[in-house]
């Protein structure tokens, strides 16, 4: 059974940095690209970042490029979310979702954690 | 970047009904890389349809999707007190990722 644990988020202060992680299990971790995915409560879906299967390609929305750093350790199967600069426009449940390995779509998701970005 | 537009915004239905879900997109998707989702209160998004018309794993065939270029559409039969949720589409294009805003179906 695929599973995607993601690592509690927390509160931090405005311009503070706060690391996520996602423990993949179920699968080749190594074999799939993954992704962190936001939501707004009560709001829709925002991609956040795509990290390729070995890690050669990165890809960032505009909205965190710059501030935020995707990365993975395929040797504990692993995803990691380095945010950096937080505004209170970050808050939000991050989703750690694995791409499907030959369509562009995400076919596995986490339960989501929330960060909380305020003074 | 890909805007996608959902519409109608919720969708007030009773269950046994149909529903018929719009997402349009300001420039041509390949059909390859649109997908649906469905939410809940409390879940994560679930997988319905990707490459537009091929239904995930385990969703039954009451969910169906059709549509190319700009105009795509989630179809939704007979529903059900569990198809009452938000439903999401989502595309790829140029190394990003876009969703649109999602419908509520919500209980008449």
């Known amino acids: 059974e695929v599973q995607l644990v993601e690592s509690a988020g927390g509160l931090v202060q405005p311009g503070g940095s706060l690391s996520l992680s996602c423990a993949a299990s179920?699968?080749?971790?190594?074999?799939?690209?993954m992704s962190w995915v936001r939501q707004v409560p009560g709001k829709g879906l925002e991609w956040v970042s795509t990290i390729s299967d070995n890690s050669g390609s990165t890809y960032y929305a505009d909205s965190v490029r710059g501030r935020f750093t995707i990365s993975r350790d395929n040797s504990k199967n692993t995803l990691y979310l380095q945010m950096n600069s937080l505004r209170a426009e970050d808050t939000a449940i991050y989703y750690c979702a694995r791409k499907d390995i030959a369509m562009q779509n995400f076919d596995y998701w986490g339960q989501g954690t929330l960060v909380t970005v305020s003074s | 970047e890909i805007v996608l537009t959902q519409s109608p915004g919720t969708l007030s239905l009773s269950p046994g009904e149909g529903a018929t879900l719009s997402c349009r997109a300001s420039?041509?998707?390949?059909?390859?890389?649109l997908a649906w989702y469905q939410q809940k209160p409390g879940q994560a998004p679930r997988l319905l349809i990707y490459?537009?018309?091929s239904r995930a794993t385990g969703i039954p065939d009451k969910f169906s999707g059709s549509g190319s270029g700009t105009d795509f559409t989630l179809t939704i039969s007979r529903l059900e007190p569990e198809d009452f949720a938000v439903y999401y589409c989502q595309q790829y294009g140029g190394s990003s990722r876009t969703f649109g805003q999602g419908t509520k179906v919500e209980v008449k």
């Open positions: 490459g537009a018309s």
């Open positions: 420039q041509s998707v390949s059909s390859n890389y």
């Open positions: 179920g699968f080749t971790f190594s074999s799939y690209d």
